[in-house]
């Protein structure tokens, strides 16, 4: 059984390593965010695939030919990276992009509500990985390729599972759409940045398993919805707690008298 | 027309024919392809191994399904991945493991792997495959664990 062409790759470097070694993240027992940021619902958290979610699972793949761009492969894929909170419309505050940029391993915040670190990263794509918690477990790759007629393409590939019960009961109730909605959005975006402004976005849906893990539902004690609401809604009563503290602190410690 | 005229125009056709067949596979030749072999072995009737040869990418979908309708019969109870061969992967060969493993599951069979550089287990441990997919050190232990 055999696929042969020339390919344009260098040849391995070795068996040990393997020549894609520098693309992979490291192996973290938990995500770490960095430093001045705060992200209880990624601080801490492992991340997950799409064998560690809940819900059925999916595969999305949305395509746009840059047709009349003369961008190659690898130049819409570096755009992509480095413009990714423009180019995914959610901006800057959306989408928070470490110091060090995106690179393997790097972690990234999702406004506030979750985050993405970066499983993997080469000249023509990169893949997020998703934490517990996130609505999806699952990864999402983002790619440009030369078509048959030499035109460009990009594409945003996801294989994903909702990740708890409550993400999966909110898939047909707008889940599906808004992803379905980011992506063709973001795919439209890179389009018009190389000058392709007519692209259509080509949306291919399947659903690769339609069983659910119900052993998983325990994920949902790490549901980012639900612990930001809470945290929201215990935040007033946290902070009479501090006050009341502070308070009670100062009656039982009297000021100290300088030395003469 | 008259049979020269005819021979005339099947010569043209056939001129244009093959100048269509030259470009198709010019560009089937600039087109990226699945560079990865990937060998069928039955070890017994429950266990077979598929030699993974070379790079596991998007492109390779196709010769990894085949290599699987190849190796899975109604008897065969375990498919073993030998990736002694695997010079390199990246994230969408891994989507790949991952939509295998469905299939397999569905059939309720076992998806087992051996000769994992350690490069290649810990990529298997951060994407948490390690969690599904079971992996030796060798084919005689992933074998064992197959008909077991």
Redesign the interface.
Known sequence: ?????P?S?EH?EG???????A??????ETLEVGQGSVAPNVQGRR??????GFGK?W?KTYTARLEGASASPSEVVEAWRTRFPELSGFGEKGFRVPSGGLVPGAVALLGGLSGVMV??S?EE?F?Y?TPEGHPFSG?I?F?A??D???TTVARA?L?IRANDPLYELMMPLGLHRLEDRTWQRTLRNVAAYFGADDAEVETRVVC??PGRQWHRYKNIRHNALILSALHAITTPLRRTRRHHARSVGAVREPPRRPET | MDAEDLHGSLHALRGEFEGVLLISRE??????????????RKVNEGVSVIDVKG?LT???E??LM??YS?ASDGRVRAIILNFEG???????G??LL??L??RIN?EKQQLLTYGL????R??F?????D??IGIYDSEEEAVRAGAA
């Open positions: 059984m055999t696929g042969q062409t390919h790759r391995s068996r040990q390593v393997g020549r894609d070694a693309h992979w993240a490291r192996y973290v991340v997950v695939g799409p064998l560690q699972m595969q499983l993997y080469d794509s893949t990985m990864w790759t790619s390729h030369r048959q007629d030499a590939h294989l690769v398993d | 560009r089937r030749e600039d087109m990226p392809q699945a560079q990865v072999t990937m060998d069928v790079e998007a492109f390779a196709g010769v085949d290599a190849q695997l010079e390199y992967m990246n994230s969408s891994i989507g991952v939509t493993l469905i569905r550089s350690e490069h290649y810990n990529i441990q951060i994407t948490r495959l969690d599904a």
